[in-house]
């Protein structure tokens, strides 16, 4: 059974979503067991890996803090692209790049772990203690 992450805007074939909606990022880092991005300016630049996706905390254009997940399907010049679009740092980018190959490592065994489910009407679980 898949993880559901959720993301606002979602591409045709589900290699790249995107969102902007913090509870939604929040809610995507503890299933996938990101943790100790409540604080979502203190993790911007940050990469992670989420099945066959790599996954980043970063600022779009119109300065807007988002949680982007991008399949780059194995192919390195998709990937060197994509680090070089979103990160203006090199040090950045060879994270980026170290988790691409980490995550292309194991593509086949976790391409069906993380499912991308777009949703625009996202409502956290609130658990009462």
Known sequence: MSIQ??????NEDKSLGYTYNHSMMIENAKRIK????????D?????FSAGRYVG?????????IG?????????KNIASEAANRLFSSINHRHIFM???YSVTENYKRNYTL????KDNNFTPNIIAN
Request: charged letters at 30%; a negative charge; glycine letters at 4%.
């Open 98 to 100: 170290k988790t691409f």
């Open 67 to 75: 949680m982007m997940f991008i399949d780059c399907k194995k192919d």
């Open 56 to 64: 980043l905390i970063c600022i779009d254009a119109d300065n807007k």
């Open 5 to 10: 992450l959720f993301v606002e805007k979602l």
């Open 114 to 117: 993380i499912e991308l489910v």
């Open 34 to 41: 990101v943790e100790g991005i409540e604080n979502l300016n």
């Open 43 to 47: 993790c911007i630049g940050l990469v």
